[in-house]
């Protein structure tokens, strides 16, 4: 890459550093679980090597060591800012299975290693062409053979409306050196394009889309994806066509609904599997057209392991994996028949017309976070019904199978030891109390690898939840921590409370509420998780 492209990209992450936090669709474990889905067998997360192109400061790769203490972690990146804020965090958690080095893509070599699993969120679209190459190139090169890649970029044709917000931004935020004045500015020029556009135009559409599906953005979010000094997206197609000469081959997405033409019903279904036959990548770039899709997670894996790939869902395979779900029937109750019945995962609805597949949702939702096995599932629904009959496992995988595609069932190949209940002793996840003793305000992942935000009495309680201090211990805990000022109990009319057995009654709640609360985060470990880790 030319020196000045190189220095520019790195000015831009040295002066506004991209907020690194953890990206669910790069956890090891789901990569692993939708490798296996489709055939394909990979190293296990729990001991692999991994490289992160474009680790930031380590919010996303960090998580990672921590959960698994036998695995080793390289994260590389431009930013020497990011490089050292993310290794003083390493270095102050204790970490020895992760390191982060001040990189150039282009400047990793055979020597640099080979890896199992190799992640590159966010950084695709934002770099010139040849960086692109060489993305690919180790993706190939550093790869080892079982090996997994993942790429993430903005895709047509869903950019094509974004690409027009971003010209206009760029238009009149780029004069401006200053980031914050570059991004006002920018977005100036939005807010005043929405004011004057006609209200039933086409661009008065996308301007209300793009805001819509802007609120609530970081500015450093948004400066790097609109005002970066480069955006390319692409169609899945060119992507894929990209990779070959590498020796890479498309595998998958790592969100897999949209790899599924059968959600589209089959009035689009029909069509284009008569017109895309086995090309499960024209199947997708038609997909992609469909919806209007912005934005894609690819899998690659080495071209000779492609003969592998199996689209086609294994009822054996699907019957190995370990299965999380939250569902309920809203105001309606449950019936413990063969009625139709709408469940709800979250907004979605879910159409259940025999009683053993909602018990199974009931299963699964008593669960939650935690996971269940199919016997399991089985199992717990047949004690909910008092009944054993033999189509049981069988119409309960044909539920899980259809819950998959849609996207609305969560699934891994081990046990993930979220806890369902709140034990004596509450056990925090992994080392999230060293993160937070460190900087309340880090990233925190949760047992999915899920970004999660945490509240002052949470921060407070999560150093203490070691699994050896009581409910009753943890009360004392927090009133001491108001005594010392770190927090205060308020009345519901906005009052301060000074009373002592208040203060009390006030700590046993928010007790009762924040390990709520952390539970359904999934911050709390099962109990057997807890014995065995002593």
């Given at each position: 890459?030319?020196?000045?492209?190189?220095?520019?990209?790195?000015?831009?992450?040295?002066?506004?550093?991209?907020?690194?936090?953890?990206?669910?669709?790069?956890?090891?474990?789901?990569?692993?679980?939708?490798?296996?889905?489709?055939?394909?067998?990979?190293?296990?997360?729990?001991?692999?090597?991994?490289?992160?192109?474009?680790?930031?400061?380590?919010?996303?790769?960090?998580?990672?060591?921590?959960?698994?203490?036998?695995?080793?972690?390289?994260?590389?990146?431009?930013?020497?800012?990011?490089?050292?804020?993310?290794?003083?965090?390493?270095?102050?958690?204790?970490?020895?299975?992760?390191?982060?080095?001040?990189?150039?893509?282009?400047?990793?070599?055979?020597?640099?290693?080979?890896?199992?699993?190799?992640?590159?969120?966010?950084?695709?679209?934002?770099?010139?062409?040849?960086?692109?190459?060489?993305?690919?190139?180790?993706?190939?090169?550093?790869?080892?053979?079982?090996?997994?890649?993942?790429?993430?970029?903005?895709?047509?044709?869903?950019?094509?409306?974004?690409?027009?917000?971003?010209?206009?931004?760029?238009?009149?935020?780029?004069?401006?050196?200053?980031?914050?004045?570059?991004?006002?500015?920018?977005?100036?020029?939005?807010?005043?394009?929405?004011?004057?556009?006609?209200?039933?135009?086409?661009?008065?559409?996308?301007?209300?889309?793009?805001?819509?599906?802007?609120?609530?953005?970081?500015?450093?979010?948004?400066?790097?994806?609109?005002?970066?000094?480069?955006?390319?997206?692409?169609?899945?197609?060119?992507?894929?066509?990209?990779?070959?000469?590498?020796?890479?081959?498309?595998?998958?997405?790592?969100e897999v609904p949209?790899?599924?033409?059968?959600?589209?019903?089959?009035?689009?279904?029909?069509?284009?599997?008569?017109?895309?036959?086995?090309?499960?990548?024209?199947?997708?770039?038609?997909?992609?057209?469909?919806?209007?899709?912005?934005?894609?997670?690819?899998?690659?894996?080495?071209?000779?392991?492609?003969?592998?790939?199996?689209?086609?869902?294994?009822?054996?395979?699907?019957?190995?994996?370990?299965?999380?779900?939250?569902?309920?029937?809203?105001?309606?109750?449950?019936?413990?028949?063969?009625?139709?019945?709408?469940?709800?995962?979250?907004?979605?609805?879910?159409?259940?017309?025999?009683?053993?597949?909602?018990?199974?949702?009931?299963?699964?939702?008593?669960?939650?976070?935690?996971?269940?096995?199919?016997?399991?599932?089985?199992?717990?629904?047949?004690?909910?019904?008092?009944?054993?009959?033999?189509?049981?496992?069988?119409?309960?995988?044909?539920?899980?199978?259809?819950?998959?595609?849609?996207?609305?069932?969560?699934?891994?190949?081990?046990?993930?030891?979220?806890?369902?209940?709140?034990?004596?002793?509450?056990?925090?996840?992994?080392?999230?109390?060293?993160?937070?003793?460190?900087?309340?305000?880090?990233?925190?992942?949760?047992?999915?690898?899920?970004?999660?935000?945490?509240?002052?009495?949470?921060?407070?309680?999560?150093?203490?939840?070691?699994?050896?201090?009581?409910?009753?211990?943890?009360?004392?805990?927090?009133?001491?921590?108001?005594?010392?000022?770190?927090?205060?109990?308020?009345?519901?009319?906005?009052e301060l409370v000074?009373?002592?057995?208040?203060?009390?009654?006030?700590?046993?709640?928010h007790v009762v509420?924040?390990?709520?609360?952390?539970?359904?985060?999934?911050?709390?470990?099962?109990?057997?998780?807890?014995?065995?880790?002593?």
């Open positions: 890459m030319d020196t000045s492209n190189q220095s520019s990209i790195e000015r831009t992450y040295d002066q506004t550093p991209y907020t690194s936090h953890p990206i669910v669709g790069t956890a090891l474990e789901h990569l692993a679980a939708v490798a296996w889905l489709f055939g394909i067998d990979t190293p296990d997360p729990a001991t692999a090597k991994v490289l992160e192109l474009g680790s930031a400061s380590g919010g996303n790769l960090i998580p990672h060591a921590q959960r698994h203490p036998e695995g080793h972690y390289l994260g590389i990146d431009l930013s020497q800012v990011q490089v050292d804020a993310g290794q003083r965090r390493i270095d102050a958690l204790g970490l020895r299975n992760i390191a982060l080095q001040r990189m150039s893509i282009a400047d990793i070599t055979p020597e640099t290693g080979t890896f199992d699993y190799i992640i590159c969120h966010g950084v695709y679209s934002w770099v010139p062409p040849e960086i692109q190459d060489h993305i690919l190139r180790v993706c190939a090169q550093n790869l080892s053979p079982q090996g997994l890649a993942f790429v993430s970029y903005n895709t047509y044709p869903g950019w094509k409306f974004k690409e027009t917000i971003r010209d206009a931004m760029l238009y009149r935020g780029s004069k401006f050196a200053d980031p914050k004045q570059k991004l006002g500015h920018a977005y100036g020029m939005i807010n005043f394009m929405r004011e004057m556009t006609a209200p039933n135009s086409l661009m008065r559409q996308v301007l209300d889309a793009h805001a819509e599906s802007s609120r609530g953005l970081s500015e450093d979010y948004l400066l790097h994806e609109y005002l970066e000094l480069h955006n390319a997206p692409c169609y899945l197609s060119e992507f894929v066509s990209r990779a070959q000469p590498h020796g890479l081959a498309y595998f998958a997405n790592s949209p790899m599924f033409v059968s959600n589209l019903g089959p009035d689009a279904a029909q069509p284009l599997l008569r017109e895309c036959g086995d090309d499960q990548v024209a199947i997708e770039q038609y997909i992609d057209f469909l919806t209007n899709r912005q934005f894609r997670q690819t899998l690659l894996l080495p071209a000779q392991r492609q003969s592998e790939i199996r689209y086609r869902l294994d009822k054996a395979r699907l019957a190995d994996f370990h299965y999380a779900g939250n569902y309920h029937t809203g105001a309606v109750p449950s019936t413990p028949d063969d009625q139709p019945q709408v469940f709800y995962a979250g907004n979605l609805q879910i159409n259940v017309s025999h009683a053993i597949g909602k018990a199974a949702l009931l299963a699964l939702a008593k669960a939650f976070p935690g996971t269940l096995t199919l016997p399991q599932i089985v199992e717990a629904a047949q004690k909910m019904l008092e009944r054993e009959q033999a189509e049981d496992a069988d119409l309960i995988l044909a539920l899980l199978e259809h819950l998959l595609m849609r996207g609305l069932v969560r699934f891994r190949r081990q046990a993930v030891p979220a806890s369902a209940g709140i034990s004596k002793q509450p056990l925090a996840a992994f080392s999230t109390p060293a993160d937070v003793r460190l900087d309340p305000r880090q990233s925190v992942a949760n047992l999915w690898h899920e970004h999660t935000t945490l509240n002052v009495i949470e921060c407070l309680l999560l150093p203490v939840l070691d699994g050896q201090h009581t409910q009753t211990q943890l009360v004392e805990h927090l009133k001491l921590q108001e005594q010392q000022g770190f927090c205060k109990f308020m009345t519901t009319a906005g000074t009373d002592p057995k208040q203060i009390h009654a006030c700590a046993i709640e509420t924040s390990l709520t609360s952390l539970k359904n985060k999934a911050m709390l470990r099962t109990n057997a998780v807890q014995s065995s880790a002593g």
